[in-house]
């Protein structure tokens, strides 16, 4: 049997064998899981909450074990601080290899729309022992999927400087039938940090406004009928920041799609659903940074509706200074 449609792996261990831009093959029984989710900051751990909610009820394993692991390797910078995408890459793969090697999950969702862009690059993609998904594609689908349904709407995709600047979300949308001419990109500076101290703050909403107000300043007069979508996993935190700013400038919005919940959507083939009565979730948060204890409130506030569980790890996360390694680029 394989996986990743190369390397052999041995069917106990394989629970999920994906490739970004590929259907799932079946899963593999198994009572117990290990799911880890990776992102370069917090907005991940939304993730993670979701696939605990969804994995108590829907009854696939008697226990899964939740591991958040912050690829972020400092707090004064992060991966879109770095000189060069070289740079990015071989963090975010030194990341994922301490990942695997440490925490032996039986599958990694990269639950970072900047990182599921650099991820078909790194060694660690090529010749992981691990199943691995990124965000990108499962994202691109469900936007295309919103669309279809008001093909005369344009499409805003509003993300990081990295992940606006590889063009993987458009090219993907237009490859799914969306007309490039209908779709607007918006990179947002440094607001993944304001929604991780405060999603609901004063601050975070005036930001989220004057992108929308950038955006909508390159669409037609009068302004089409608007898709929003939040390619960067921590912009969902902050949802009605995201409405507000388009009532307040009275812009027809179709919707507001955040994609993160079709990644998950990957743990849960029908075959498997209802073998037992219910699951026991462990979970846990690592990183090698510190998480300040305003973060740990504001957005444990936010993940205690979804899932007590992961509010809890967030509370009671793990401080591994020596999580990974990891180094500026060389000088040239």
């Known amino acids: 049997m394989t996986r990743g449609w190369g ?59 939740l591991v958040f692991f912050n690829a972020l390797f400092s707090n004064d910078s992060g991966y879109n601080s770095l000189p060069s995408r070289e740079a990015k890459i071989r963090v975010f793969d030194s990341a994922l290899r301490s990942l695997e090697t440490n925490f032996h999950p039986d599958v990694i969702l990269v639950g970072c729309n900047t990182l599921s862009v650099l991820l078909p690059d790194t060694p660690f993609a090529r010749t992981a022992k691990t199943p691995i998904r990124g965000i990108v594609e499962p994202g691109a689908a469900r936007l295309a999927e919103a669309w279809r349904k008001t093909p005369a709407a344009a499409v805003i995709l509003f993300g990081t400087e990295t992940t606006i600047a590889e063009g993987a979300h458009r090219a993907r949308l237009i490859e799914l039938g969306v007309p490039g001419e209908k779709i607007i990109v918006q990179s947002c500076p440094e607001l993944a940090s304001y929604i991780e101290s405060a999603p609901a703050g004063e601050d975070t909403g005036l930001l989220i406004s004057s992108y929308v107000d950038e955006a909508l300043a390159r669409l037609p007069s009068p302004a089409p009928l608007i898709l929003a979508g939040l390619v960067c996993t921590h912009y969902g935190y902050a949802r009605e920041a995201w409405s507000k700013a388009f009532a307040e400038k009275g812009i027809a919005l179709m919707d507001i799609i955040n994609p993160n ?71 040239k």
């Open 7 to 65: 390397a052999v792996v041995p069917p106990a261990l394989m629970i999920f064998c994906f490739c970004a831009g590929h259907n799932n093959p079946p899963a593999i029984a198994k009572d117990e899981i290990t799911v880890a989710v990776t992102d370069s900051g917090l907005g991940g751990l939304s993730i993670m909450a979701d696939a605990a909610a969804r994995l108590q009820s829907a009854g696939l394993y008697k226990k899964a074990n």
């Open 261 to 331: 919940n079709r990644l998950v959507d990957t743990l849960f083939p029908a075959e498997m659903k209802k073998r037992f009565p219910r699951t026991e979730i462990a979970a846990r948060v690592v990183s090698m940074v510190e998480i300040t204890e305003n973060k740990r409130r504001s957005l444990g506030e936010w993940l205690e509706r979804a899932s007590p569980e992961v509010a809890a790890a967030l509370r009671s996360y793990a401080l591994q200074p020596d999580l990974f390694e990891w180094a500026p680029a060389p000088r």
